[in-house]
């Protein structure tokens, strides 16, 4: 370590910059592509295990031809995560994203209202978003990154999309980091012989995090489910005794709904006005002619104020056509409506009270997966997590279920209470 220090006092700068950018000399072996090399290759790891940083190494490898990642540049790389800002906050601007990692001579330079990478070499880099499936329509790449895969919300429509673009080259190749849910998609490509796969805890990092961070969640967290999946980089199924099983889940999926007969937006406020509080639960939800439920979107927010989820709620009514806003009052009664109102006095509110727990309010949601009579227009990765963990003693660590409060009140509203004939229009 003395000698390390000595060095970098006394070397030329380009020579310290360089050596800080030499990935071979600072990469752990799960963070360099296994050999020999597979046309995908499939990072999963914990929160601050150094997935990004492996990602935009891999991205600069491809992009500059640099071995163990290629042998020659790759001009055309797909960057595509959840939303256009994660793509740019964390893979492009990120402290390990791209623009931190090169020298300066190799640096790429980056163009926001193109939404594209350009590196010295000619080598370019365009920004996609999981929001927007379409948008891979057409363009063609040689490599791909994809970013936090199980919070894509069209997981499937936009992999689908991807796979069909990586034509350029004799050998496209892809990355994928994330942190691991249980998805079938992610199954089936851990089941893949085609697909090289990476696993790297949290604590495998901490030479590059605070001790106080990885002390704190490593205290709060270890070996609980939620640990297991999110620090060590585990696929955890379910929770023994869940009302919810991933299995169900993935049984209940759909691409699109036809038409609805009702549609409901559903609200459960957090207990507290503090930017600390919980998250408010925000889910839409329709029915159709034939009594089936469509759960059509999770819009939770966490850390809002009255006002900012109660534009979200009139927001969502507005845009899906909704038939009623349902809003669970324990916590606020009169002056959650009134907040709504404020916000949007056109909207009829549906105040519903609870008068009994959270699982026996569930239990009967959950009764209509079994029967096959609810569907997800999508994926919900973080509804879903609430759903499979769901049991008789709540979440673990005593978190609070605000999506799946919304989800069965939002469902309760449309197919156990007591209602006359529905009115069916198209979406």
């Known amino acids: 370590m003395r000698l390390l220090k000595r060095l970098v006092e006394t070397a030329p700068p380009e020579l310290v910059e360089a050596v800080a950018a030499e ?21 999963l790891g914990g929160r601050g295990a150094g997935k990004t940083r492996t990602g935009a190494e891999w991205v600069k490898g491809m992009a500059l031809g ?15 995560g959840e939303t256009q800002g994660q793509v740019r906050d964390v893979m492009i601007e990120g402290v390990s994203g791209l623009l931190a990692i090169h020298t300066r001579w190799e640096r790429p330079t980056w163009q926001p209202s193109l939404r594209r990478l350009q590196w010295p070499n000619g080598a370019i880099g365009q920004v996609f978003s999981a929001e927007d499936p379409e948008g891979l329509r057409g363009p063609q790449f040689g490599a791909a990154w994809s970013d936090e895969l199980a919070k894509w919300p069209n997981l499937q429509e936009c992999w689908d999309m991807l796979q069909f673009g990586l034509r350029l080259g004799d050998h496209p190749g892809q990355i994928v980091t994330t942190t691991p849910r249980p998805l079938a998609l992610i199954k089936r490509l851990l089941g893949d012989p085609h697909v090289a796969v990476s696993r790297a805890r949290t604590r495998d990092n901490q030479f590059n995090l605070a001790a106080e961070f990885v002390r ?16 060590d980089g585990e696929i955890v199924e379910e929770s023994p005794g869940a009302l919810w099983t991933r299995a169900m889940i993935e049984a209940a999926r759909e691409r699109e709904p036809g038409p609805l007969a009702r549609i409901a937006v559903a609200v459960d406020p957090p207990a507290s006005s503090s930017q600390r509080a919980d998250c408010c639960g925000l889910v839409v939800a329709g029915v159709d002619g034939d009594g089936v ?25 507005r845009r899906h056509e909704a038939d009623a806003l349902v809003v669970e009052v324990n916590q606020g009664g009169e002056m959650v409506e009134s907040i709504i109102r404020e916000v949007d006095a056109g909207i009829p509110v549906l105040s519903v009270r609870a008068t009994r727990g959270k699982y026996l309010r569930a239990e009967p949601v959950a009764a209509l997966y079994a029967q096959g009579r609810v569907r ?19 979440l673990e660590g005593g978190r609070s279920p605000d999506r799946l409060d919304a989800l069965v ?9 007591p209602k006359g004939r529905p009115r069916v229009r198209g979406m």
């Open 23 to 43: 990935w071979s000399i600072w990469a752990r072996p799960d963070q360099v592509p296994a050999e020999p090399a597979k046309p995908i290759w499939l990072v």
């Open 66 to 80: 640099h071995p163990p990642f290629a042998g020659m540049r790759t001009e055309r790389i797909a960057l595509l």
């Open 216 to 231: 704190t969640v490593t205290e709060a967290y270890g070996g609980t489910r939620l640990g297991r999946q999110e620090l």
């Open 293 to 317: 439920g469509h759960v059509l979107e999770d819009a939770t927010l966490a850390g809002a104020r009255p006002h900012e989820w109660a534009e979200r709620a009139a927001a969502l009514y």
């Open 376 to 394: 997800h227009a999508g994926t919900y990765p973080a509804l879903e997590d609430e759903m499979c963990s769901f049991g008789p003693r709540g």
């Open 409 to 417: 009140w939002a469902l309760t509203h449309l197919m156990l209470a």
